[in-house]
């Protein structure tokens, strides 16, 4: 389902540093979520966007901003990175919102150290 | 608060065994539920949503009102079945979408 690709697939910063997470997608889904992968919290969403130009807080989106000015991209930014901020990062799309099925990327491995 | 409770975090079980994945919500609305899955070096994917009362790959899941409740179950577990699965709920008028813990499932030859 190579349709969504998240970049990179590894990442290692430091902490107080800007890092911006990429998602691209090549449907033309409108929706676009991002959730974050935790052990023992399962996956807690982020932010999530509706269309171009639309954006919404999801569970947990302190230390996080998005934007959504192309349909296709959804990147994800982290303005200052905390150690909380390790985790697991999933970009997911779909064409009708969420009764429709989410593709998934395949996760970006952040480490912030 | 909308929450999605699995109390599992590992099932385990053998081959040919009943298996059912427990998945308990907390929500005011009509709840929209789904089951995803995650193989192993696979992409999270939708396993099955309880407005489609589909049954996927040998797993049903009936969504209980009363109980506030949506198990995923296979009367016969098979090794390829062995997966993270998680239970999702979708609220705020469709807007959000909640996942659970999340549950591994290992299925022993």
């Known amino acids: 389902d190579a349709g969504i690709t998240q970049s990179p697939r590894y990442k290692i910063t430091e902490t107080g540093r800007q890092v911006t997470l990429m998602c691209h997608q090549t449907?033309?889904?409108?929706?676009m979520f991002w959730y974050r992968q935790d052990l023992g919290h399962g996956l807690r969403l982020i932010y999530y966007?509706?269309?171009?130009?639309?954006?919404d807080k999801g569970e947990v989106p302190d230390g996080y901003v998005v934007s959504r000015s192309k349909t296709e991209n959804f990147p994800l930014t982290l303005e200052s990175a905390t150690r909380s901020q390790t985790s697991v990062y999933f970009c997911a799309s779909s064409d009708r919102g969420l009764n429709s099925p989410l593709h998934f990327g395949n996760g970006t491995r952040l480490t912030v150290t | 608060a909308q929450r999605v409770t699995q109390p599992e975090k590992l099932l385990s079980v053998f081959k040919g065994a009943p298996v059912e994945l427990k998945c308990n919500y907390s929500?005011?609305?009509?709840?929209?539920l789904f089951w995803y899955v995650q193989y192993s070096r696979q992409r999270l994917q939708l396993l099955l949503r309880?407005?489609s009362r589909e049954s996927i790959k040998g797993f049903t899941a009936d969504l209980n009102k009363g109980e506030t409740s949506f198990h995923l179950k296979k009367p016969f577990a098979q090794e390829e079945d062995s997966a993270m699965y998680y239970c999702?709920?979708?609220?705020?008028?469709?807007?959000?979408?909640?996942f659970g813990q999340g549950t591994e499932l290992s299925v022993k030859p």
């Open positions: 999702a709920l979708i609220y705020n008028q469709g807007g959000k979408l909640i």
């Open positions: 966007s509706a269309a171009a130009d639309i954006t």
């Open positions: 449907w033309s889904h409108s929706y």
């Open positions: 929500y005011s609305g009509s709840p929209e």
């Open positions: 309880h407005i």
